[in-house]
């Protein structure tokens, strides 16, 4: 028993370990070995992190799901652990996504926002997190709160598909006439150099993501057995 | 068919408390009415404008008051330990799902009927032929947003701040169902015809079909929390 | 060169807030493993 806690702790160690390590190798391709772009310059290189963003979020958002299914289903309290867990990290990563964004905007669009149809679902994608995290802390019954995020984590994951589907055809069927931002992404001619940068910091972003999460998860853990342990402190 | 039974007989007694008391229908009303007037007073909108954003307009209406329809919804089940009286018995917790979301649509069909003309008067639009398709659009919108809405008041039920925490949580989850409806109204109000407002229609059928199965087989785990 | 300006201003936000997290993850981990050690040793020495 506890030989399995130990072995968990020096994966999660090593997941950490490795998660630095290609952090700081994606920070060396991204800044330093890519070149800046043709038509965006340096500010380009927010790239190598918004679109890893983008990734982690919309990931932690299929845990979220995966969590929530499994709950409903078997009622075990550590997929309810998951589910919250990943919601928390999911609405970081998020929050970040966007304001990675938006910076990366001002230099190329000239403004701090606009409803482009990336940065409308990532936000949101936000809102929704924020939501399933408010459900959480207003229900007071443990047991109700579990299930009712749950309900919540797959109503909303099964939107997602439906909200991609408006944002976008609104977006693209009905130009305002105002400010309309060509959203494309400079992929014709992308430098090799560019690809690994991109590449690196994916895995450092997945690699940070599972880290956190897993620590967060095992935060979790021992917090549900503390609250076991002092509510039967006279019988166990 | 026993579900179907059992709906019909929820549904019934919804009603019935609903004609004697006219609590929700007449607040609804009032409220949806209000709207447009402080919409009037928030907005300058010129005559040749006012077509263009009467659907956002009217569809923010019967937001703000479809979700006073649902902070309401299980109001009488609240009451005197009435819900898990009802949940004892072997009845299908799917039928009370599907009785209050037919009681919530007809709240707001009940509305929406008022104030679609109403909202026409106020803001002295023309295109009163275009209207019952208009409606058959709002009566799409409005059927995702029961659906949905049922669900989720059931879940906000006994959480804290629920008239706050519905609305958040509710509305990010029905902007398919805000884009789609507006949309479609606007596309009708320019060019008259379906047409070209057909992806929408079809988008909130789908949503619909989806939700009301998603909300029928998940709303028993909800109730019995 | 146009835009560095923007890029440290990503990059440091982003690395800070993951930093800070993880920096709060890390001490609450710690107390809860305070807590749980506690809990566990009271129990034994029960048994």
């Known amino acids: 028993m506890a030989q399995a806690a130990q072995n968990k702790t020096r994966g999660r160690k090593l997941l950490g370990a490795s998660a630095l390590l290609s952090v700081l190798a994606g920070l060396y391709f991204g800044l330093i070995e890519a070149p800046p772009d043709a038509y965006q310059g340096n500010a380009q290189r927010i790239m190598y992190l918004h679109i890893p963003s983008i990734l982690t979020a919309y990931l932690s958002f299929f845990i979220v799901f995966i969590g929530s299914c499994l709950f409903l289903w078997k009622r075990e309290k550590r997929d309810d652990i998951l589910a919250s867990s990943a919601a928390e990290i999911g609405v970081l990563f998020t929050a970040l996504t966007i304001l990675e964004g938006s910076i990366w905007g001002k230099p190329t669009w000239g403004v701090w926002w606009t409803w482009d149809a990336r940065l409308t679902l990532t936000a949101i994608l936000l809102l929704i997190f924020i939501g399933y995290l408010m459900l959480r802390s207003l229900i007071e019954d443990e047991t109700r709160a579990a299930v009712c995020s749950a309900v919540l984590g797959i109503i909303g994951f099964l939107d997602i598909p439906l909200i991609h589907m408006s944002v976008y055809w609104w977006r693209t069927l009905h130009q305002p006439p105002s400010i309309l931002r060509p959203d494309k992404m400079p992929w014709e001619n992308i430098h090799p150099s560019m690809l690994i940068a991109l590449a690196v910091n994916f895995a450092a972003f997945i690699l940070l993501y599972f880290y956190l999460l897993s620590l967060r998860f095992h935060v979790g853990e021992m917090e549900e057995e503390a609250k076991t342990r002092k509510l039967y402190r006279g019988s166990l | ?225 | 060169m146009s835009g560095w300006g923007f890029v440290f201003l990503a990059y440091g936000i982003v690395w800070l807030a993951l930093l800070l997290y993880l920096f709060f993850l890390k001490r609450r981990a710690r107390r809860v493993e305070k807590e749980l050690a506690a809990l566990r040793s009271s129990a034994v020495k029960k048994n």
Not at chain 2, 58 to 68: D, E
Not at chain 2, 93 to 122: C, G, H, Q, T
Request: net charge negative.
């Open chain 2, 1 to 225: 068919m026993e579900l179907l039974r059992q709906t019909v007989w929820l549904l019934r007694k919804d009603l019935l408390l609903e004609l004697r008391r006219r609590e929700s229908v007449v607040a609804m009303f009032f409220f949806g009415t209000l709207l447009l007037f402080v919409f009037h007073f928030a907005f300058e909108i010129p005559p040749d404008r006012a077509a263009a954003m009467a659907p956002g307009l009217l569809w923010l209406a019967f937001i703000f008051t479809g979700t006073l329809g649902l902070t309401q919804l299980f109001q009488a089940e609240r009451e005197n330990h009435c819900l898990e009286a009802l949940l004892l018995g072997p009845m299908d917790r799917a039928a009370l799902y599907l009785a209050k979301v037919s009681f919530n649509l007809f709240l707001m069909l009940l509305v929406e009927v008022i104030i679609f003309p109403l909202f026409w008067i106020l803001f002295n639009l023309a295109f009163w032929e275009l209207l019952p398709s208009l409606f058959l659009v709002a009566l799409l919108g409005t059927m995702g947003f029961c659906v949905l809405g049922t669900l989720f008041s059931a879940v906000t039920l006994k959480a804290r701040a629920r008239e706050l925490l519905l609305p958040l949580i509710l509305f990010p989850l029905m902007i398919p169902v805000i884009l789609a409806t507006v949309r479609g109204m606007e596309i009708l109000l320019r060019t008259g015809q379906f047409e070209e407002a057909v992806p929408w229609l079809r988008l909130l059928v789908g949503f619909d079909v989806i939700f009301l199965t998603a909300g029928f087989l998940i709303f028993e785990w909800v109730i019995e929390a």
